[in-house]
């Protein structure tokens, strides 16, 4: 990630730092957030932002997550529902305004762990503030009929917040394609278009395979649930196509 990309020019917020992020998560696994995903996701991500830039973060948290207690990290108690879809559909605009302390901080660059919330963060951050962030963004979790057991999903909200941002990460070009797909029943082509350049796989991969401490060479790992949903078939599929013209390597499911 270039975050370059995203700013038309530095700001030096103080002689420390040259850029302000503010973080907003979505967190599934309110008992462990050191286990949750969105955690897992973001501390390699800071890792290899900061060795690239001087940022400092707020991050929006419902609880303290010591892993992630560093000097440029203030974090902020931010509580949200913690029933998946109420949390989706639960924004409150005095509370985020308030956490945010707008008045006393400026932030370049806005990153996106919830989409849902995306479109109307945009809207109270231009419309009741002086802040003029770029808005980018990670998506972990797409609500459709293949996932989501509801009378009713926040498909239409997550994609109105991924519209608001510069580019939104995802896990895989299937993925991206998957919800490109899914937007066609509801959305014009010239919105499709605007998607497909605003969609891109981020590919977290993992820094190596180990079994009891040992490395284990021409490893394939699937970092997923083993669902239709995340690609799964198409993975077997193409990990059998590879297997007729190699037999030299190991598939991993976490």
Not at 114 to 141: D, F, R
Not at 147 to 152: F, G, I, V
Not at 161 to 188: I, T, Y
Request: net charge negative; proline share 3%.
């Amino acid at each position: 990630m270039d975050i370059n990309n995203f700013l038309e020019e530095s700001y030096e917020a103080n002689e420390q730092y040259d850029y302000r992020m503010l973080i907003y998560g979505n967190y599934t696994d309110i008992e462990n957030l050191e286990r949750d995903s969105f955690v897992q996701v973001l501390k390699p991500t800071l890792e290899y932002l900061d060795a690239h830039y001087k940022i400092h973060y707020t991050l929006l948290t419902p609880s303290t997550i010591k892993s992630l207690n560093k000097s440029n990290v203030k974090q902020v108690i931010y509580k949200l529902p913690t029933y998946p879809n109420l949390m989706r559909t639960h924004f409150d605009a005095m509370a985020f305004l308030d956490a945010i302390d707008w008045r006393s901080n400026d932030y370049d660059i806005i990153y996106s762990h919830l989409p849902e919330h995306t479109s109307q963060i945009a809207n109270v951050i231009h419309n009741s503030t002086h802040l003029m962030p770029k808005i980018i963004g990670y998506c972990h979790w797409f609500e459709v009929a293949e996932n989501a057991p509801y009378a009713k999903t926040m498909f239409l909200n997550n994609i109105l917040g991924v519209l608001e941002m510069k580019e939104c990460g995802v896990n895989s070009k299937w993925l991206k394609d998957f919800v490109l797909e899914e937007a066609e029943e509801h959305f014009c082509e010239d919105v499709i278009d605007k998607l497909d350049r605003i969609i891109q796989p981020h590919y977290l991969g993992v820094d190596r395979v180990e079994e009891r401490g040992k490395t284990i060479e021409k490893s394939v790992i699937f970092n997923h649930r083993a669902n239709g949903y995340t690609g799964w078939n198409w993975f077997v599929e193409s990990m059998d196509k590879l297997w007729q013209k190699r037999q030299d390597f190991t598939v991993y499911t976490t």
